[in-house]
């Protein structure tokens, strides 16, 4: 639909007019460029040839130079340029190699000129020499660049890149020798016209191929280039190596550029793919365009300001075979369509939300924020109001921050220090990080990994001083070891017959039928010897809601801290079967209640069974069966991975499953471990623990993670005797002829495992070194350094 608004510019003598417009053309375009008096503008591509008038209303076709009846090769156009001080002046680049220049003041029908085949390949690009009217400059997909004069029949200098294609070169406006090139390797080389041996400048500007650049008409030493990496870079030429000064990232690959007249910060972009739309950066807001233009349906293949000083005007050819005009005023902006609202969270716990300012209620009391108490990790560039886009999207933003040291991260630090995850038995393994959980405090972990060592190891091995801590009242989540009974829960009769009722002076300890095969549990503090003359009475079960645990119940004796219990050595014999004693309790009880009676005596009495008809009550009893396999608890352990994820425990999740290792590793799909391992990695790289970090990818399983370590990995080694880089891959040095690798201890060359000291360079076979610092700190080469072995 096209939009009524016009605008008319006055450029020293001539008026530009006009509006929004487009016009449908034969074929598709590759390439478009428009004349010095910015009143036509041509169309080139593999089967159009055209050059249409600007009028105010409307496209006029004024010129059609594909003639004759059978069209060759030489007029599939790839590229087309017209010359900024010859109007009648046109070059075309052909797909067939040749470069072709057409005169438009030639009075017959064909305006061809001169043809230049020197090119193997399609030709890319070709481009014009601002101020010579007669030097002409092409590249070629055969990675050659070639400078025509038109008043010869063949090319003056040969450049050759030493790369892959070439796809792009543009003569510098404000250096009279000086071109750019862009290759498909992703470099960027700058010549002289008058060397063509070789370039006076190369550098890698993109990763992969580099489609166009563009000089900055007004800064002498800035380009602009555009690559299939959705990046367009601004790189700062006058500086002794080439600088980059700005970056956009777009959302496809760069197919053209072009600097906006008039404004120094502004470049115009399209895409070769996915992406039909043309869009307008400041690049100094490298995220959000200044505007878009979404007239075209199909790729944009050219773009081209209609004068080099009027900024209001552009016009661009796509594959959807239409040409358009576009009005600056009329393009959309997108930051209007920006989301206004916004919510972060911060590594130490604080809370940044962002919306409309409209949208926030004023309140008396708040408070500005004035930013980060604590070191940034993030920096927030300060937007200069006198900036055009400052008051386009603004927000309020309020972050709401934690009370220093209630989201200290140091458990994190030490917990990944301190855990072991590797190297030893699985038993011994949870038992060290049990510990260390223990002691930072994190009785929950601590018991997790308890639970983790009795359902995957030997019961028989549970440590006592384990099980006693894991049961105790200092954790957060009782570790259900013990079956627990409720007295009220049980039956009157029961309940009556079991009871530890304690008397004044008495030293009575009823009946109470126990199961042999129950695990006795005593105080090793206060442990009870045969013949005590206070023998201690224990309440089985939950009592008002306590935890699952036996306590001393001695109301005369009471202690302020409740005794740690734990398991002997010595259970009971085996199980066996209980028989039943016709004689009556009454002789037993009587003795065992007189006081002359001994300890022994007295437990001898309170194990007789008393009524056949009672079930038997169970002091402890093991939860864990022997009879179940681990892989019964797999389901399990699978859930309580995901649930310490989803808790942002991503830690405790990673070190269960490289701890586990192929015991639950199966059963957890392969993208959610890669998920775990990338958080956790990236949490230790953010506090700078590279070695925990480069363990945890080693010892990891997915292939995605263990490569890690091999990517970007590159090792500077310089020479122990002239100090310089080893620029060859043998053993001696190129610049001094001394072996580098040579032993300090023995003198020998060393093939194999080498370790050196970063400090003086110097070092040798591993055994040596190791064995040399263990007596002295000096540096065996003799130079003097303190060297050390860590």
């Not at 620029?727 to 060393?750: I, K, Q, T």
Request: proline fraction near 5%; charge should be negative; aromatic fraction near 8%.
């Amino acid at each position: 639909m096209e939009k009524m608004s016009r605008v008319t510019t006055a450029l020293g003598g001539s008026t530009l007019t006009g509006r929004t417009m487009h016009c449908h053309l034969d074929a598709p375009a590759n390439a478009i460029s428009v004349c010095r008096d910015a009143a036509q503008v041509v169309v080139a591509g593999r089967s159009i040839f055209k050059i249409y008038a600007i009028e105010e209303e409307q496209f006029v076709e004024k010129l059609n130079l594909r003639v004759g009846r059978k069209p060759s090769l030489n007029l599939s156009c790839a590229d087309v340029v017209w010359h900024q001080m010859d109007e009648n002046l046109l070059a075309t680049a052909a797909t067939n190699g040749v470069v072709v220049t057409w005169n438009l003041g030639r009075p017959s029908r064909n305006k061809q000129d001169q043809l230049f085949t020197e090119h193997k390949r399609t030709v890319n690009k070709v481009c014009f020499h601002p101020t010579e009217a007669h030097v002409l400059l092409s590249g070629s997909q055969d990675g050659f660049m070639k400078c025509f004069d038109l008043r010869r029949k063949d090319s003056v200098s040969t450049f050759s890149g030493q790369s892959e294609s070439v796809r792009d070169v543009q003569f510098s406006i404000r250096d009279y020798f000086t071109f750019a090139s862009t290759f498909e390797n992703g470099n960027v080389q700058l010549w002289d016209i008058r060397r063509p041996d070789r370039c006076e400048r190369m550098f890698t500007a993109h990763n992969g191929p580099v489609f166009c650049c563009d000089w900055h008409p007004e800064d002498r030493g800035w380009l602009a280039t555009g690559g299939r990496d959705k990046m367009v870079k601004v790189w700062d030429m006058t500086t002794h190596r080439a600088k980059e000064v700005h970056c956009v990232q777009t959302i496809a690959s760069v197919a053209r550029v072009k600097w906006r007249p008039e404004c120094r910060h502004h470049l115009a972009t399209c895409s070769m793919m996915v992406d039909h739309n043309i869009y307008v950066w400041d690049v100094r807001r490298p995220f959000v365009p200044a505007a878009m233009f979404e007239e075209h349906r199909d790729v944009t293949t050219g773009i081209a300001w209609r004068h080099p000083h009027d900024p209001s005007f552009l016009l661009s050819g796509s594959k959807d075979s239409t040409l358009c005009q576009h009005l600056f005023r009329d393009a959309s902006q997108p930051v209007e369509r920006a989301n206004p609202e916004g919510l972060c969270y911060g590594l130490f716990g604080d809370l940044a939300f962002a919306a409309k300012e409209s949208l926030v209620a004023t309140e008396s009391g708040r408070k500005p924020y004035t930013g980060d108490r604590r070191h940034p990790i993030f920096f927030k560039r300060k937007l200069d109001p006198a900036e055009p886009f400052s008051g386009l999207a603004s927000s309020a933003l309020s972050v709401f921050e934690m009370e220093p040291g209630s989201s200290s991260m140091s458990w994190f630090v030490d917990t990944a220090e301190r855990y072991a995850l590797a190297g030893r038995p699985l038993a011994e393994l949870c038992d060290h990080n049990a510990k260390v959980a223990r002691e930072l405090g994190r009785n929950q972990v601590a018991q997790t990994w308890t639970m983790l060592r009795i359902i995957y190891c030997s019961p028989g091995l549970v440590s006592t001083t384990n099980l006693n801590h894991s049961v105790g009242k200092g954790s957060s989540c009782g570790l259900p070891l013990m079956n627990s009974f409720n007295l009220k829960d049980m039956a009157p009769g029961l309940g009556s017959e079991t009871r530890l009722d304690r008397s004044k002076g008495d030293a009575r300890s009823d009946t109470v039928l126990l199961d042999s095969s129950a695990t006795l549990i005593t105080n090793e503090d206060n442990e009870e010897t045969e013949g005590s003359d206070v023998p201690a009475d224990y309440l089985l079960g939950d009592v008002e809601g306590e935890d699952d645990e036996l306590y001393l119940l001695d109301p005369e004796h009471a202690h302020s801290e409740e005794p740690e219990y734990v398991l002997p050595q010595e259970a009971f014999p085996l199980r066996h079967e209980i028989v039943d004693t016709p004689p009556g309790p009454e002789h037993l009880q009587d003795k065992a209640d007189s006081p002359h009676v001994s300890g022994s005596e007295a437990d001898a009495a309170s194990l007789v069974p008393v009524d056949s008809s009672f079930s038997l009550i169970s002091v402890s009893h093991a939860l864990y069966d022997s009879r179940l396999p681990p892989d019964f608890f797999s389901a399990l352990v699978c859930d309580m991975l995901r649930f310490y994820a989803e808790q942002g425990d991503v830690q405790m999740a990673v070190s269960v499953l490289i701890v586990l290792g192929e015991r639950v590793r199966k059963d957890i799909d392969e993208q959610t471990q890669e998920h775990w391992y990338t958080s956790y990695i990236d949490l230790l790289q953010r506090f700078c623990l590279w070695n925990v970090s480069n363990q945890v990818v080693k010892l990891s399983t997915s292939r995605a993670i263990s490569c890690l370590n091999q990517a970007s990995t590159t090792l500077h080694v310089n020479c122990s005797h002239c100090k310089r880089p080893m620029s060859s891959r043998g053993w001696v040095c190129d610049r001094c002829h001394h072996c580098a690798s040579m032993c300090a201890v023995c003198h020998h060359v060393v093939k194999g495992l080498f370790v050196w000291c970063q400090g003086c360079s110097h070092g040798g076979h591993l055994q040596h070194i190791m064995k040399w610092l263990e007596g002295s700190s000096h540096c065996p080469a003799g130079c003097g350094h303190l060297c050390e072995y860590s």
